[in-house]
């Protein structure tokens, strides 16, 4: 991964790069002292690229401050539990990229940057990470290679940070509070004391939402990205199915599953995309992808609403007895309309999905995924170049959990519905490929494919609720969320699961733009420019929060 042919030049760049800072910090039109620091709470990978460049800070002073902030809030405190390992490796990859920086430049905008990735994101273990899903079975466990999209990021010159919690299995278990694993436990949000965070891509969002990391990335099969962004004010990409390389992550169906960033700003989720995307020989669906990778960041046009048809698929998902999405949201989601056509926009209001009753009652997506869920994840098992757990397959896995109660399940997380379920299916039959026809057809041409023909749309647009994301799942199609507002003070708190809470006072929730296969510019475009129009981020800080700054690790 790294070149280590640069240790000769250790000694003397190391006094480069401290005559570089001070330089930095004496020149006369950058004041010294903390305010001129990005706020790691908040900043952004362009904030950070300018001060890595400036020499204002290196990329070791920003893994210092990263693993400060997780520490003061992990498993002290308000105990978030978003991050389940810190990379050993990380310091030391840090000093050799901050040297490549002065010898050569940056590589690309996430030279640099430290990135967590949830836990079912494969990186080798002799960096000193395990990759475990959550999942005791698999500590301790090697795997062959690092996956695709963290060869992306290293080749970018991207830091792996660490390991994020994640609901165990991509949530692909049995009926367990979202963002709980055996490995990490509970992960919880931090715009309320124990509000659900969703998952499955828990840790990731959680992280993202305080500054624990720089960027994050989490993965998707039906609402993974998008509902941990909807609860935890921010940008997520739910990418294309075959655009980003799911090479690598512990599996539940290849053809759902995506990987795609959660970040602070649409911004830095297109930097992430245009860095991650792209085809891979070790997953063939990223082979039919169009060429080349578009520069997602081109995308970032905030007048892009300006001329487009919105359309609003209100059947079934904004249908207030079959919906469930609290009457808040719903007010602030009309809103949102208004918004969308003070920014130009012409709202085609109704534009329903002719599928949209079916998709509420259909059971082919089950079929679909509980059959390639068997497969794969046997198959990954028997990837593994070691695994002192022994478990070499499903069957085996759901007698492991059963084996160690007190850390697979433990009170409340017992179940192990999905697992059993799936190990009672037998391969790919009529049965499934009927199922998958049907999934295709239901989400794709009668559902948005259908939609977007009929009304001459260029996009739909729903508030970012977590069965919304159904239609984009079973077809594979991109969704892109944006911070939509949050729960009132006076909200009534309801219960998540035995031990979180949800709606509670202050919890974001997010408004997702979704539309046909690789259609994330146009996406991309809409949610930038929804995004810098009302800024609603910034409108509430969580009240979990750490304190560390750059200033508090530079020269420590
Ligand atoms: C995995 O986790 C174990 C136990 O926490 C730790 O000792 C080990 O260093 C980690 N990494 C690998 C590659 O096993
Ligand atoms: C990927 O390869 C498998 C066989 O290894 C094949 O069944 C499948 O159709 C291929 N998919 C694509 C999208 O090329
Ligand atoms: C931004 O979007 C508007 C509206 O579609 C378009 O007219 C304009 O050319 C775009 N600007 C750029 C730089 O792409
Ligand atoms: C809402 O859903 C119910 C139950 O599926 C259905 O009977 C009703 O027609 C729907 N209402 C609208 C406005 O689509
Ligand atoms: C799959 O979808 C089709 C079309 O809506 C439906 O007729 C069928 O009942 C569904 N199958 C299951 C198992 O739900
Ligand atoms: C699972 O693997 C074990 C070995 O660990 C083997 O004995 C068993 O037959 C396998 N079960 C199935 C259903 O393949
Ligand atoms: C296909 O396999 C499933 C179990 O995975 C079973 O329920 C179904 O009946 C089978 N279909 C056919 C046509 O044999
Ligand atoms: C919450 O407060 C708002 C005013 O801020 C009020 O309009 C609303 O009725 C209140 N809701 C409840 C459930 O008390
Ligand atoms: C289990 O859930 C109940 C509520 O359903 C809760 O009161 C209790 O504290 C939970 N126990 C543990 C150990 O999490
Ligand atoms: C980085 C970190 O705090 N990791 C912790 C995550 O949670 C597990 C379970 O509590 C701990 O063992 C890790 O140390």
């Not at 609402?223 to 090479?247: D, E, M, Q």
Request: glycine share 8%.
């Amino acid at each position: 991964m790294f070149s280590s042919s640069s240790g000769l030049w250790l000694p003397f760049a190391l006094t480069l790069l401290a005559c570089m800072r001070l330089v930095a910090t004496q020149w006369p039109f950058a004041t010294v002292g903390a305010e001129t620091f990005p706020d790691l709470y908040e900043a952004t990978v362009m904030e950070l690229q300018t001060g890595l460049d400036a020499g204002q800070f290196t990329s070791v002073d920003l893994i210092k401050a990263y693993f400060a902030r997780i520490e003061e809030v992990n498993l002290q405190g308000p105990a978030l539990r978003a991050v389940i390992e810190t990379n050993p490796s990380a310091l030391e990859e840090a000093a050799t990229l901050d040297l490549e920086r002065l010898i050569s430049g940056p590589r690309s905008l996430l030279h640099g940057i430290p990135v967590l990735v949830k836990d079912n994101i494969a990186t080798i273990a002799t960096e000193g990470m395990n990759t475990t899903a959550g999942s005791y079975s698999m500590l301790g466990s090697i795997v062959p290679a690092d996956a695709g999209v963290v060869k992306r990021l290293r080749a970018a010159g991207a830091i792996i940070l660490g390991k994020a919690n994640l609901s165990e299995f991509a949530h692909y278990r049995g009926n367990l509070a979202s963002g709980w694993s055996g490995r990490g436990g509970q992960c919880t949000n931090a715009y309320y004391p124990m509000a659900d965070p969703c998952g499955s891509s828990a840790g990731s969002a959680v992280a993202a939402s305080i500054g624990l990391a720089a960027v994050t990335l989490g993965t998707e099969t039906d609402g993974s990205i998008t509902c941990p962004a909807n609860h935890n004010n921010l940008a997520g990409i739910k990418p294309t199915v075959g655009l980003t390389s799911r090479a690598g992550v512990v599996p539940i169906s290849a053809h759902q599953d995506t990987i795609g960033p959660l970040t602070r700003s649409v911004s830095d989720a297109a930097i992430v995309l245009s860095i991650i995307a792209g085809p891979d020989p070790n997953d063939n669906y990223t082979l039919a992808q169009p060429s080349p990778v578009p520069d997602y960041t081109l995308a970032l046009n905030s007048t892009a609403l300006a001329g487009a048809r919105i359309g609003v698929p209100r059947r079934m998902f904004l249908n207030t007895t079959t919906s469930g999405i609290n009457p808040y949201v719903m007010e602030t989601f009309e809103q949102a309309l208004l918004t969308l056509k003070a920014l130009g926009a012409t709202v085609v209001d109704p534009a329903d999905l002719p599928s949209a009753d079916e998709i509420a009652t259909s059971g082919n997506e089950t079929i679909v995924l509980n059959v390639d869920f068997k497969i794969q994840l046997n198959a990954w098992y028997q990837s593994l170049l070691y695994n002192p757990s022994g478990v070499q397959n499903l069957s085996d896995l759901i007698a492991f959990d059963n084996a160690y109660p007190n850390l697979e399940e433990p009170t409340n997380y017992t179940s192990q519905s999905i697992l059993i379920a799936s190990e009672a299916t037998t391969g790919y039959n009529s049965t499934f490929y009927e199922a998958l026809a049907f999934d295709r057809e239901l989400g794709g041409s009668r559902g948005i494919d259908a939609a977007i023909s009929m009304y001459n749309l260029d996009a739909l647009v729903l508030p970012a609720n977590a069965r919304v994301t159904v239609p984009a799942a079973i077809v594979g199609y991109p969704i892109v969320t944006v911070p939509l507002g949050f729960f009132p003070s006076n909200v009534t708190i309801g219960s998540a699961g035995p031990n979180t809470v949800y709606p509670a006072p202050g919890v974001p929730f997010g408004l997702s733009f979704f539309a046909g296969a690789f259609s994330e510019m146009k996406l991309i475009s809409y949610a930038f420019s929804y995004e810098q129009k009302t800024m609603t981020r910034l409108m509430r800080k969580a009240y979990a929060y750490p304190t560390t700054q750059l200033v508090d690790v530079i020269g420590k």
